[in-house]
């Protein structure tokens, strides 16, 4: 079954327009079966790109995710990549920033993280967190060094939002593909997967008591992806906005996505030349001697 990911992908110059984009849509799905019948479909068809990716050595790929707490970000890295070699594959979790990354400008910790070519690189969270978390949190700008003088009318936003248009945009042009998705939860759903993380023994290190205290400030989070997402998606480096309140139904729209990213490289293993092939004939013919 071939999804149709462009009713979730933001177009350049388009508004995000979260509350108009659902966070839960009906099911890709028809039962349990059918959901993991179509993700091993997926991830099968992304372990065969991702090596011919590999060989060709030609472009990198990078996967950008962004989400509230328990949008399910782990899990969604976790199963759409599970069939992908850990040897073309380089994941990055990004926390708050060490003092020494604090020196620097807000790019910069992300940058040398960089997938190489021929590679998937995955961020969870990233560089955006420098329009989102910290737009939230102005008080943190202060171990930037940055004069709160700056935030009057929204400059520093602006001007960051610039920055990443431009260095994404230097990055497509140096043969990196850039796929950016937001998960998109509703607070309902947050607050369910909240208890549950409460009730289960097994779950209870996932839970800390900052997570309340961020939800207090759900509507700036969502103004400030809103206006983000829509400052920043573009054609060479689109936002996708993906239902997230069914766990399922978004891994099977992201790996789509992916998928499709990479069939559109037209990608192929390299040629073997005339030279090559003689070599390897020759050298067949010293194995076959020395049994």
Known sequence: MKIDVEEFRVSEDQKADLDKRPTRVNPIYNSKKAYKQ??????????SLQNVHYASNKYAVLLIFQAMDAAGKDGTIRHVMS?????GCQVYSFKQPSAGELQHDFLWRTTKCLPERGKIGIFNRSYYEEVLIVRVHPDLLGAEGIDTDELRGDKLWKERFKAIRHFEKHLYESGTRVLKFYLHLSKEEQRRRFLERIDDKEKNWKFSEADIAEREYWKDYMKAYEECISATSTDKAPWYVIPADDKENARLIVSQVVVDALKSLGLKYPKTSGGRREELKNIRKKLEERR
């Open 38 to 47: 179509l993700l091993d479909e997926h991830v099968s068809q992304l372990s």
């Open 83 to 87: 069939g992908v070699n850990p040897q």
